[in-house]
């Protein structure tokens, strides 16, 4: 993989700094014993200015992705098999994904998977496009086979928060809409004041249905490593061929829509991130952006 660009520093630390499992305990943000009790592990317990942090970054995410032109929407958290082949979960993803048997439907990944469904069987007027959607969900995973450090506190878990954004265009654009895109999600990082950088994915790191990937990553001061936040990606016209997402041309020429989406942003790791590399021997800083979301300026 290669790393295209990078951007802020990484701070350092005081003597005492802790990884953030132990800052959720120290300051009672986040509970993930109880979370074992009420559902098992990889399910936490917000709790105070821990969920007041949790819902400042939704709001701060989606008002972001208004301000740069994403329609909000507020999708279903379960789909159906047809929904899932449409995006490419299925077949493929079984195992990773929750199935609610009795109804056969599926616990949502990513509401990539809902927003994107929106446009089956749909053709869009050439006028209409771009199309620009952001969605805020939970998003299930079992995230089997994984173990060892990289799961530990907030690094993997089966249930958490995101912001996506998903967009829909003609084939001639869709490669400027990349970018576009990864630029966006770039000032969402900038804004959190975070170390980052953005890696261009290799053909064998990238899933089978995507054309071009680039992943965020934030750099964890206290656990010493990158994390990753964010993947936005280009399917070209994989999903839209399932999906039948289609647009009229100027000629009354039907035609293959690109799709592409990507994370704006995955919370778990950036709440890490920023209790990580933000704390300090009197508290936890908030970056100044979110203030207005927190209403208080540190943890402490």
């Known amino acids: 993989n290669l790393v295209e660009r990078s951007g802020g520093e990484n701070p350092t630390l005081h003597d005492g700094a802790m990884p ?11 509970d993930f014993e109880l979370g074992v009790k009420i559902a098992g592990a ?8 821990g969920s007041r942090l949790q819902r400042a970054l939704i709001n701060f995410f989606l008002d972001s992705a208004r301000d740069a032109g994403f329609v909000e929407v507020q999708p279903p ?11 490419g979960q299925l077949p493929d993803k079984e195992g990773q994904m929750y199935h ?32 620009k959607n952001t969605a805020y969900s939970a998003c299930f995973r079992r995230e089997a086979g994984s173990y060892g450090k990289d799961v530990r506190g907030l690094n993997r ?43 261009r994915l ?11 990937t680039f992943d965020f990553e934030v750099y964890s001061a206290a656990q010493k490593r990158w994390l990753e936040v964010s993947s936005v990606s280009n399917f070209e016209d994989y999903q839209a061929n399932r999906l039948k997402c289609r647009f009229r041309d100027e000629n009354r020429k039907i035609n293959l829509c690109h799709t592409l ?37 540190i943890i402490d």
């Open 261 to 297: 989406n990507g994370s704006a942003l995955a919370l778990p790791r950036i709440v890490a991130a920023l209790l990580e590399n933000h704390q300090t021997p009197d508290g936890i800083r908030i970056p100044k952006a979110l203030v207005p979301y927190t209403g208080f300026d």
């Open 20 to 30: 953030h499992w132990d800052l959720a305990k120290k300051y009672d943000l986040i």
């Open 77 to 87: 958290y379960v789909v159906n098999a047809a929904s899932g082949f449409g995006t």
């Open 202 to 212: 290799c053909g064998g790191d990238m899933g089978f249905t995507s054309a071009l």
């Open 42 to 49: 990889g399910f936490p317990v917000y709790k105070g200015k």
């Open 157 to 199: 878990l089966h249930q958490f928060d995101k912001v996506e954004i998903v967009c829909i265009d003609k084939p001639e654009n869709s490669y400027a809409r990349l970018e576009e895109m990864v630029n966006y999600v770039q000032t969402l990082v900038e804004k959190l004041e975070l170390p980052w950088r953005i890696l």
């Open 100 to 131: 609610v048997g009795l109804d056969d439907l599926y616990l949502i990944p990513t509401a990539e998977v809902p927003v994107t469904n929106i446009y089956r069987d749909v053709i869009l007027e050439e006028e209409d496009l771009p199309v």
